[in-house]
């Protein structure tokens, strides 16, 4: 494998409970942006492994009005700076700021590169020069794990609820390939993968659901 495509809500940052709205979300403001413990190490350690590292992450919030555009730039500033300072990299980010509904016209249509659709995830495999079939997609949602599939990517769904996800999705050739609670242990799969050394201390916790 060559690549390594992350979401960035829910895998790199936390999601944020938005009192107001009722609602779980990305985070609209500065300090509601925090990484997700042991992130900037899980970076680093697939850089050592070799691999690329790219974010191909929805952000709608700036369309429906949530997010501010500096706040937008300031959460990516965060990310990198706490990331380089454990010593890892970053080598490409995507967004998708499109809407179909969104309340700002110039962000309100149907793309491609949204999610589950595969532009972003193409763009990057293109950028990076790896083709998408050696690309990990690593996502807390049924639209990464839709997008990294549609793509031919080896799929890894981030989050504690394992496969019970997968009920979601009927057909099951849309199921994420492996699972693990959060990305430092979805990097240590691939590292396991990677080395060929087995995953048995992931037993509990990671799930081959189709090889
Ligand atoms: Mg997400
Ligand atoms: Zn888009």
Redesign the pocket.
């Known amino acids: 494998m060559k690549a390594v495509l992350l979401?960035?809500?829910?895998?790199i940052n936390s999601?944020v409970y938005h009192e107001e709205a009722g609602v779980i979300d990305?985070p609209f403001t500065r300090s509601q942006f925090k990484l997700q413990p042991r992130v900037p190490a899980a970076i680093r350690l697939l850089n050592d492994l070799g691999l690329k590292v790219a974010i191909v992450?929805?952000q709608p919030g700036m369309a429906k009005g949530h997010v501010k555009p500096q706040v937008f730039k300031a959460f990516e500033r965060i990310m990198l700076s706490e990331i380089s300072a454990a010593g890892g990299r970053i080598d490409r980010i995507y967004y998708c700021l499109h809407h179909p509904e969104a309340k700002v016209a110039k962000f309100r249509q149907r793309c491609r590169c949204r999610k589950p659709e595969t532009g972003m995830l193409e763009q990057a495999a293109s950028d990076l020069q790896v083709p998408l079939a050696e690309c990990y997609m690593v996502?807390?949602?049924i639209?990464?794990f839709l997008a990294g599939a549609r793509a031919g990517c080896r799929t890894i769904f981030?989050g504690r609820w394992k496969c019970e996800i997968c009920q979601f999705t009927e057909d099951p050739h849309v199921r994420p390939v492996l699972v693990a609670k959060s990305l430092w242990e979805a990097a240590q799969l691939i590292q396991s993968e990677a080395t060929g050394v087995s995953c048995k201390d992931f037993r509990a916790n990671c799930l081959a659901v189709r090889s």
């Open positions: 979401d960035r809500d829910g895998v999601l990305a992450s929805n996502g807390d949602g639209s990464d981030v």
